[in-house]
Structures are given as C-alpha cells and as structure tokens.
C-alpha cells in the first residue's frame, strides 16, 4: 500500500496546474470563475501538483493594459497563492517564458491542467503550444472564461478536437 501511495505522489508531481492572466487588468468575467480557480489550486496544492501563474505583459506602446511593472500586470488580489511559480510571458502562450519551459523541464511536468482567463487568446494558444510538444493537457471547463463568454463552449469543442481533455473541477484526480 505504501509503495503505491508513493508511486501516485511521484505522478502527481509530474503534473502542474497552470493559471493563465488572472491579473488585475482582466476585469471582465473572472470573478465568475476566481472561486472555482482557487478550487482548483488547494487540490493541487493536496495532491503534490506544481500550482504555476503565468503573467502576461505588453511590451508594445500602443496596448494600455498588462503594462510591465503596473499594479494591471500584477496577479489578481483574490487569486490563491501556494507557490512562487510565478512566470511572466509577452506572448500568447505560456510556452514563449524561457523560465516557465525551464521549470517543465526540470520538474519532468508531462501533463497540465489549464485554467486562466481568455479561452480565445492566450488559454487557446498555451493549449496549442503544449499539445504539438507532445503534452498532455487537460482543461478545466468551469476555470476558463473570455471577454466573449458566448465562445467558451466553441472554444471548448476546439480544444477537444486538437486532442485536450475537458474535464470539471470534479473530474480531477486524487
């Protein structure tokens, strides 16, 4: 029995939840899903699942929101916090930080879960990236949301078709 708990502990730990742009610039539709994200994160944080938060900044002058080093880009107050994983990226996907694919690949993460806040943008596109890298990749239909939210269950059949898993905060594993 002991031999078994520890060989689920180390496939836990080849897992990371990963939140994507809960920042205090996207106001739009996350207090929906902030509860179900916190959620989200006490069952990694019991599961041994590495809690990643991903930051997005605009480097571009013409874009007003996300603007590095502005209390916008910073993570959202009532965002649970339970790790220093915290990655900035200045493109769409989370796989564009250096140092976030440094953390997958020193930590062996194979398998992701997505929450985050844009299903058409940024959310899609960590999706895409992880996928053609031969990850898997699992999306929490009840932790996503867009500034469209008549696109979410699109979004979601597109993500199924590229070959992610949709699941629910009560589909996840223990």
Same mark, same amino acid.
């Given at each position: 029995?002991? &031999?078994?708990?520890?060989?689920?502990?180390?496939?836990?730990?080849?897992?990371?939840l990963v939140i994507i742009d809960i920042q205090n610039d996207i106001t739009k539709n996350y207090k929906e899903i902030i509860d179900n994200i916190n959620s989200?994160?006490?069952?990694? @944080?019991?599961?041994?699942? =590495?809690?990643?938060?991903?930051? =997005?900044?605009?480097l571009s002058e013409?874009?007003?929101? @996300?603007?590095?080093?502005?209390?916008? %880009?910073?993570?959202?107050?009532?965002? &649970?916090?339970? %790790?220093?994983?915290? @990655?900035?990226?200045?493109?769409?996907?989370?796989?564009?930080?250096?140092a976030f694919v440094n953390f997958v690949e020193s930590?062996?993460?194979?398998?992701f879960f997505l929450v985050g806040a844009d299903a058409i943008a940024c959310v899609k596109t960590t999706n895409n990236g992880m996928l053609k890298s031969g990850y898997k990749v699992n999306v929490l239909s009840d932790c996503i949301t867009s500034y469209d939210k008549r696109k979410v269950d699109e979004m979601l059949n597109y993500y199924k078709k590229k070959g992610s898993e949709i699941i629910t905060l009560n589909e996840l594993p223990h």
């Open positions: 029995m002991e &031999k078994q708990s520890y060989q689920l502990k180390k496939e836990m730990q080849n897992k990371a989200a994160v006490d069952w990694a @944080f019991e599961n041994d699942v =590495h809690v990643v938060y991903i930051r =997005h900044e605009y013409k874009i007003k929101k @996300f603007k590095p080093n502005t209390y916008g %880009s910073e993570l959202a107050l009532d965002l &649970k916090m339970v %790790s220093n994983n915290i @990655f900035t990226k200045t493109q769409g996907s989370a796989l564009s930080s250096e930590n062996q993460v194979k398998e």
